[in-house]
């Protein structure tokens, strides 16, 4: 079956950049989407099709697909953002989650 | 606005039943595909089921395959999971979404947990 790599944190300062890495077999073939959970809430989706933003998320949410890896960037980074998050793809058009990245900021 | 309103979910023996619901408003709930999303207790997210605008194609992941069962009235705009035979392993909390396929998972519900204990 499918599988989409995460590292399971990341820990980034205040105003740097955040790079959240998600690997999968020809993953640059298809659409990848990012979610954002923080404790006790729903999923919230802020990036669809490798770089769209849905309205609402920052502008510092920013999405890359190449190759095998697509990549969740958060620019100048908030203590808000501090969360996990889950990128999605798709095999065999079924639905696949990455095991999650918990962004620790600090 | 958009909405998705699970039902209250519960503790349920192992090897029991239960069925979740999902009201929706905000939208036109039957045109589009809807899907449910579990979490695990620390875990992360897993797929669980798709349906279809329709309902008449439906998708489920293998680890549920055979015992559960999605479905939709969409008169009622009402979007149910049908869980039978129920393991310890499916504790969790359990997510309705809008979308499948060419439909991101725009919105979430708030969530609703199964747990399966004796």
């Known amino acids: 079956s499918y599988e989409l790599t995460q590292p399971p944190s990341l820990s980034v300062s205040p105003g740097q950049t955040a790079s959240i890495p998600c690997s999968g077999d020809e993953l640059g073939d298809q659409y990848t989407s990012w979610f954002q959970q923080k404790p006790g809430q729903s999923p919230v989706l802020v990036i669809y099709?490798?770089?769209k933003r849905p309205s609402g998320v920052p502008e510092r949410f920013s999405g890359s697909n190449s190759g095998s890896t697509a990549t969740l960037t958060i620019s100048g980074t908030q203590a808000t953002d501090e969360a996990d998050y889950y990128c999605q793809a798709w095999d065999n058009s079924l639905v696949v989650f990455g095991g999650g990245t918990k962004l620790t900021v600090l | 606005e958009v909405q998705l309103v699970e039902s209250e979910g519960g503790l349920v023996q192992p090897g029991g039943s239960l069925r979740l619901s999902c009201s929706a408003s905000g939208f036109t709930f039957r045109d589009y595909p809807m899907t449910w999303v579990r979490q695990a207790p620390a875990k992360g997210l897993e797929w669980v089921s798709s349906?279809?605008?329709?309902?008449?194609?439906?998708y489920y992941a293998d680890s549920v395959r055979g015992r559960f069962t999605i479905s939709r009235d969409n008169s009622k705009n009402i979007l149910y999971l049908e869980m039978n035979s129920l393991k310890i392993e499916d504790t969790a909390v359990y997510y309705c979404?809008?979308?499948?396929?060419?439909?991101?998972?725009?919105?979430w519900g708030q969530g609703t947990l199964v747990t399966a204990s004796s």
């Open positions: 349906i279809s605008d329709s309902g008449r194609s439906t």
């Open positions: 979404a809008r979308g499948f396929r060419a439909d991101p998972f725009h919105y």
């Open positions: 099709e490798d770089n």
